[in-house]
Structures are given as C-alpha cells and as structure tokens.
C-alpha cells in the first residue's frame, strides 16, 4: 500500500527552524524523485523544493538559502530543514513523488507567527 506520511510541523515564531519529515512506503524509494509543496489558505499547491534519486536538488525561488532538502533511502524518508522562517511560509506542507505524483498525504501544518 502506498502511503506518504508528513510530520514535524508546528507554530514557530518568524527567524525560527523547523525541520519536516516525510516517510513513504509501498515504492522504491531509492531510485524515485521526490519533492515538497505547500500550500496555503486560498492558494493553489505549489513546488517548494524536490531532490532527485542520485541527490541533485533544485528550489523555488521564495525559499532559496533558507530550506534545504534532504533524504535517506535507507529510511525511505525525505526531510526538509526550513531556515529562517517567514509568516509567508505558513502553509500545509506535503511530499510527493515527483512524477507521477501519488495519492497527497494529510501534509503537516507549518504556522509562522510574525
């Protein structure tokens, strides 16, 4: 059974950390691309970072030097480590694979606090 399971969100003031995780069973981890969206209240989902098989990475330009993308094959878990957070980023924040995505997780909430 496919299945992406998020956590680590949570309320955190603006300049904070926080670090996402993302466990996903029922595919090969190892060889498949993965990547992190959000999306906030009255906004469409969009990409925030993606991390290929072989570890290459790329991120969208609003979160550029403060999220870094990471993952462990042998955990089967993708993460991502948010830097110097800003209340823009308040959203839901979810993991899929890349191409073709599967069924969205519930995602984890992710609240900056001004």
């Known amino acids: 059974q496919v299945q992406l399971v998020e956590s680590g969100g949570g309320l955190v003031q603006a300049g904070g950390s926080l670090r996402l995780s993302c466990s996903a069973s029922?595919?090969?981890?190892?060889?498949?691309?993965m990547a992190w969206y959000r999306q906030a209240p009255g906004k469409r989902r969009n990409l925030v970072a993606r991390i290929t098989s072989l570890g290459s990475t790329n991120y969208a330009d609003s979160v550029k030097g403060r999220f870094t993308i990471s993952r462990d094959n042998a955990k089967s878990t993708v993460y991502l480590q948010m830097n110097s957070l800003k209340p823009e980023d308040t959203a839901v924040y979810y993991c899929n694979r890349v191409f073709p995505p599967l069924s969205w997780g519930q995602g984890t909430q992710v609240t900056v606090s001004s």
């Open positions: 029922g595919i090969t981890f190892s060889i498949t691309d």
